[in-house]
């Protein structure tokens, strides 16, 4: 758990998101104090992507801290540890302390009963910036869970594009990771695959963090499909493929998602990785430079998958907050919309402090943020995004393509 409030005051920051010194609060508002909780998996078999996640969502806070906000953003971060025991546990910690709203969690399988045992029955606030199992969206939730994310309903559909279409590939096997996100997406994958003309010759689920996958590699590509798809997390993934490298073979075409685009994927694995695609949810948002910049600068690293998603989670329910004027988890769950669909002023990441100053006044604005629009559907779903297509090799992977989706 930590929590942080600084009040460096920088000259600007990230040149178009410089912002003088703020003024001009209601008396009501000044120094109030915003209680922001963030649940991610800084541990465990998502744990290499979580650390990151976790900076992303607590961005908000420092950037507001270093231009001299009179907003005081505490946050509360806890590690789910991608278990969905442990991640209960850590929400639940949050929800003791006062915080109305929460920044998470990470896997679907963390996520869900995190909601339906901590957030909804204490009326707070979840916005998960990379939970995409399709069984969010209809959870039962009173409207207190949204997120930035796309669903996996539409990643397996480009999975199965990418697979059949484009690379012509008529059967293939699926290993995915059995839980909520890994049966979720190979359902909708299959189902997608097969409707296109083509066959899945064997789906196996696996146990996270095993010593080794070599049987379960061995039932999946018993009957020589012409691909592999792998649905897992990095600390799984690592062993799935130093196995898969060792006892199959190397030139087997591969395609991981989201849960698997990490940079240090092949250089853990020790293989240049050449036969492996990726999709990933894109960070394509109207303000992804000045995220870029400014989570480099903080950090000083490039940002990652649902990095931005991350950012934009605690950003709008920072937002929602000052509009409120309270830490009240309805009433900021009522202003999660107002203050992220289109109906005024647009703001977002280069100029959050003011956008923040808007908020507080009442003002109608519009967030365009980082990883999206970020506009909400009537389930808290975004009804934008992009995904990036990856190919990667020589221990790195790269973005070849892109695909834009727009809710109708």
Same mark, same amino acid.
């Given at each position: 758990?930590?929590?942080?409030?600084?009040?460096?005051?920088?000259?600007?920051?990230?040149?178009?998101?410089?912002?003088?010194?703020?003024?001009?609060?209601?008396?009501?508002?000044?120094?109030?104090?915003?209680?922001?909780?963030?649940?991610?998996?800084?541990?465990?078999?998502?744990?290499?992507?979580?650390?990151?996640?976790?900076?992303?969502?607590?961005?908000?806070?420092?950037?507001?801290?270093?231009?001299?906000?009179?907003?005081?953003?505490?946050?509360?971060?806890?590690?789910?540890?991608?278990?969905?025991?442990?991640?209960?546990?850590?929400?639940?910690?949050?929800?003791?302390?006062?915080?109305?709203?929460?920044?998470?969690?990470?896997?679907?399988?963390?996520?869900?009963?995190?909601?339906?045992?901590?957030?909804?029955?204490?009326?707070?606030?979840?916005?998960?910036?990379?939970?995409?199992?399709?069984?969010?969206?209809?959870?039962?939730?009173? /409207?207190?869970?949204?997120?930035?994310?796309?669903?996996?309903?539409?990643?397996?559909?480009?999975?199965?594009?990418?697979?059949?279409?484009?690379?012509?590939?008529?059967?293939?096997?699926?290993?995915?990771?059995?839980?909520?996100? /890994?049966?979720? &997406?190979?359902?909708?994958?299959?189902?997608?695959?097969?409707?296109?003309?083509?066959?899945?010759?064997?789906?196996?689920?696996?146990?996270?963090? *095993?010593?080794?996958?070599?049987?379960?590699?061995?039932?999946?590509?018993?009957?020589?499909?012409?691909?592999?798809?792998?649905?897992?997390?990095?600390?799984?993934?690592?062993?799935?493929?130093?196995?898969?490298?060792?006892? %199959?073979?190397?030139?087997?075409?591969?395609?991981?998602?989201?849960?698997?685009?990490?940079?240090? &994927?092949?250089?853990?694995?020790?293989?240049?990785?050449?036969?492996?695609?990726?999709?990933?949810?894109?960070?394509?948002?109207?303000?992804?430079?000045?995220?870029?910049?400014?989570?480099?600068?903080?950090?000083?690293?490039?940002?990652?998958?649902?990095?931005?998603?991350?950012?934009?989670?605690?950003?709008?329910?920072?937002?929602?907050?000052?509009?409120?004027?309270?830490?009240?988890?309805?009433?900021?769950?009522?202003?999660?919309?107002?203050?992220?669909?289109?109906? /005024?002023?647009?703001?977002?990441?280069?100029? %959050?402090?003011?956008?923040?100053?808007?908020?507080?006044?009442?003002?109608?604005?519009?967030?365009?943020?980082?990883?999206?629009?970020?506009?909400?559907?009537?389930?808290?779903?975004?009804?934008?995004?992009?995904?990036?297509?990856?190919?990667?090799?020589?221990?790195?992977?790269?973005?070849?393509? *892109?695909?834009?989706?727009?809710?109708?």
């Amino acid at each position: 758990m930590s929590r942080i409030s600084r009040r460096s005051v920088l000259a600007g920051i990230g040149g178009a998101g410089a912002v003088s010194v703020l003024g001009g609060l209601g008396a009501a508002q000044d120094g109030r104090e915003i209680l922001l909780g963030i649940l991610q998996p800084e541990s465990g078999d998502l744990g290499e992507l979580g650390g990151p996640i976790a900076d992303g969502a607590q961005l908000p806070a420092i950037q507001l801290a270093d231009a001299g906000s009179e907003f005081d953003v505490q946050t509360q971060r806890e590690d789910s540890q991608t278990l969905s025991e442990a991640g209960i546990s850590a929400a639940q910690s949050i929800v003791d302390a006062g915080f109305p709203m929460i920044t998470g969690a990470a896997a679907s399988d963390v996520t869900i009963p995190v909601a339906q045992e901590v957030a909804i029955p204490n009326q707070v606030v979840l916005c998960s910036p990379a939970s995409t199992s399709p069984d969010i969206t209809d959870l039962d939730d009173d /409207g207190f869970v949204f997120r930035t994310a796309p669903s996996d309903a539409l990643q397996g559909g480009v999975i199965a594009e990418l697979a059949f279409t484009e690379r012509e590939w008529d059967n293939g096997a699926i290993l995915a990771l059995n839980d909520a996100y /890994g049966q979720a &997406l190979a359902g909708v994958f299959e189902e997608s695959f097969e409707e296109l003309g083509g066959e899945v010759t064997a789906n196996e689920a696996f146990e996270p963090e *095993q010593p080794s996958y070599t049987s379960i590699l061995e039932s999946a590509l018993a009957d020589d499909p012409e691909f592999l798809l792998v649905i897992a997390f990095p600390v799984s993934g690592v062993q799935i493929f130093r196995d898969f490298y060792t006892d %199959f073979d190397p030139d087997l075409p591969v395609i991981v998602t989201d849960g698997l685009i990490d940079d240090d &994927l092949p250089v853990d694995v020790d293989n240049p990785m050449d036969n492996v695609l990726g999709t990933a949810p894109a960070a394509e948002g109207p303000d992804v430079d000045t995220f870029n910049e400014l989570y480099d600068d903080e950090y000083g690293r490039s940002p990652g998958v649902f990095n931005a998603h991350a950012y934009d989670a605690s950003a709008v329910m920072i937002l929602a907050n000052a509009r409120v004027g309270d830490n009240d988890g309805p009433a900021i769950r009522d202003e999660m919309r107002a203050v992220a669909n289109p109906n /005024g002023e647009a703001v977002g990441p280069s100029n %959050f402090p003011e956008a923040v100053e808007l908020a507080a006044a009442g003002e109608e604005i519009t967030y365009q943020g980082a990883s999206s629009t970020v506009e909400f559907d009537d389930n808290g779903d975004p009804v934008s995004f992009t995904y990036d297509i990856y190919e990667f090799g020589d221990f790195e992977f790269d973005v070849v393509d *892109q695909i834009e989706f727009e809710e109708e």
